[in-house]
């Protein structure tokens, strides 16, 4: 493990300096496989709830997000825009240029108990993955689970990690107390896809897993079907193959959502395209050709012909329940220094 300590005087760097309001920044990388070429930048921040900007019409006001950056590395992911804001590269920065909060469980304990905190619903997992594999070294989550439980706060959590089962206990001891939604990302069940456009993440059987798991211990638990990549996932057999999968995994409910490419990702994921698949680049800019959403014609078809394969297998679209949190996004009004918007987790 190599670390420096680096403080206001001490020349660090422009992304350091851009680092929200943190005290000092610590740089760590640490040498077993799991992190290689990972650095690790550890703060104190100064707040660790956040509210989603009043214009945007996420189906959630309040978020905390214990990580910036995620090393599961989704070519797709739009929160990539979001390292910009730190002067972090949204590229192979985004995936290796971790931002660690590593006073978030004490900070959120403060915050909820401020008299000014009305004990609103909670999201995370709704920018970055709070279960990525830093979350293994850091355990910031038993800490953040702890204090909400400790004040019967509700809350929502999406992810791709598998590390969230470490957390179950908690989960219910929450659950027992209080309103718990969550959500497991699975846009599709095609490892070779699976593989090239989401590297680092648990497979998606292994995710299916956690669906399984969590059902078993009674938490019910959702699945975001996302994203949907045009030409790549969205053939009527591969939806019914990822739904069919979803369903047997014991799933409370479906909720489909179609690739966007919001600048950020957009370039990332079409540098990808045009290496991987370059007989698609055209199509891709003619379908994304009026900005960062596949037009309502399309998103409709997919959201239609993934609704009725969920009604076959008695599924519904997240609702009412626990898992409602997660819905089709918006754009975002304007970036603000704490930007919230679903990653397409
Ligand atoms: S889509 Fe989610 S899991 Fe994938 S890199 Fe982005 S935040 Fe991480």
Known sequence: MRWENLTADSGHSRADSALFGADAVVTRTFDTPEFAGITFHEIRARSI????????????????????????????????????????????????????????????????ASRRWQGEHIAMGTNVDCYQRAEGRYRLMPGVLAALRDRANPYSILTKGTLILRDLDLLKQSAEVTDVGLSVSVGFVDPELWRTVEPGTPSPERRLDVVRTLTEHGLGCGVLMAPVIPFLSDHPAQLRATVRAIAAAGATSVTPLVLHLRPGAREWFMAWLAGRHPHLVRRYERLYAD???????????????????????????????????????????????????????
């Open 49 to 112: 709830v956040n509210r989603v900007p009043g214009a945007s019409r996420m189906p959630f006001e309040w978020t905390v997000n214990p990580y910036r950056g995620c090393s599961h590395a989704c070519v797709y992911c739009f929160a990539r825009k979001t390292h910009s804001y730190l002067d972090l590269d949204t590229g192979l920065g985004f995936d290796s240029q971790i931002v660690v909060k590593v006073n978030a469980p004490e900070l959120l304990r403060r915050q909820l």
């Open 291 to 345: 900005g960062a959403y596949a037009p309502r014609w399309y998103q409709r078809r997919v959201t239609r012909q993934v609704h009725e394969l969920a009604q076959e297998h008695g599924m519904g679209p997240a609702r009412g329940g626990a898992p409602r949190r997660v819905r089709e996004p918006e754009p975002p009004a304007r970036a603000s220094a704490e930007p919230t918007q679903l990653s397409l987790l």
